[in-house]
């Protein structure tokens, strides 16, 4: 089986059991953690995130580009379409220091206004 039809199933297996229903598009903390996408840094892991916790984005070396910016943005205009006065969250930036080989040390972790 390929890995993306054990996905597949796993999403099946987590349709079956409704918790989607529960979903909701307004998260529980208002945080928006930038992250990087490497495979050990998942932030459901050390954050302790579960669905519907926060709005996560993981590029690569977890950096404010102008796509996460574009993100943010529209993060801030859901939240202030969806609740009268839109929640307020904050922005985290997670970096990691178990840097690919050769690259520079990764930054310590650190919060943004």
Known sequence: MADSDQLLQRNKDLEATCAHEEARIIARHQVFVITCLDPRTDSSAFLELDLCDAMVVGNAGGHVSADVL?????????ASALVAGGPQFEAAV??????????????APRRLA
């Open 70 to 78: 574009k993100d943010l943005a529209y993060a801030g205009y859901l």
């Open 94 to 107: 997670v970096h990691h220091e178990a840097a690919p080989p050769g690259s520079s040390r990764a930054e």
